[in-house]
């Protein structure tokens, strides 16, 4: 066998054990995923807040007590977290939000939300439905994009088209 072909072999056999110890990774992630979302819905509260601002921010500059940020691992720290700071009752507190309801809070409205220590897990309007944030623009890249589906949508539908034409002109 030549060179060549053994280094292709072993950089395969190394990918499958890689893919086989991602695999037995991601599925003891999910249990641990699990059992802490059973944790933070058994402490969950209802609470009405006043949100005052939202941003993604690191940790540190987030202005969440030091306790909490010295039992975070060292990586954890320099990731940006939805951070909200809201008027509960008489106090202003800063919160940490769940990534798929972060664009949905609005700023500087009443709403009540399901609160779990310092996690934010669900929000509803006290006044009615909460407005879906406005669409963002859409970048260069997205644009193009765009036209390129648009573009091939219509020509798969032209090639559709003439070969419908082909088959009439032979019968």
Do not use: N, W
């Not at 990918?15 to 991602?22: C, D, G, N, R, S």
């Not at 944790?39 to 509260?45: C, G």
């Not at 990731?79 to 798929?100: F, H, N, W, Y």
């Amino acid at each position: 066998m030549s060179k060549l072909a053994i280094v292709l072999i072993v950089i395969a056999v190394i990918l499958v054990a890689a893919m086989i110890a991602l695999y037995f990774l991601g599925k003891k992630a999910e249990k641990r995923k699990a059992e802490q979302d059973e944790q933070i819905a058994a402490a969950a509260q209802t609470v009405s807040m006043l949100i005052i601002d939202k941003k993604k921010m690191p940790m540190k500059d987030s202005g969440l007590p030091a306790q909490v940020l010295e039992q975070t691992p060292k990586l954890m720290r320099r990731s940006k977290l939805p951070i909200v700071k809201a008027k509960v009752g008489p106090r202003v507190m800063t919160l940490i939000a769940d990534e798929q309801i972060f664009e949905d809070i609005p700023v500087k409205k009443e709403v009540k939300a399901t609160v779990s220590g310092l996690y934010i897990t669900a929000v509803r309007g006290i006044h009615g439905p909460i407005e879906k944030a406005p669409v963002k623009k859409k970048g260069f890249r997205a644009k193009i994009q765009a036209k390129y589906k648009e573009a091939s949508a219509q020509l798969e539908a032209e090639k559709a088209k003439a070969g419908k034409e082909t088959k009439k002109k032979k019968k």
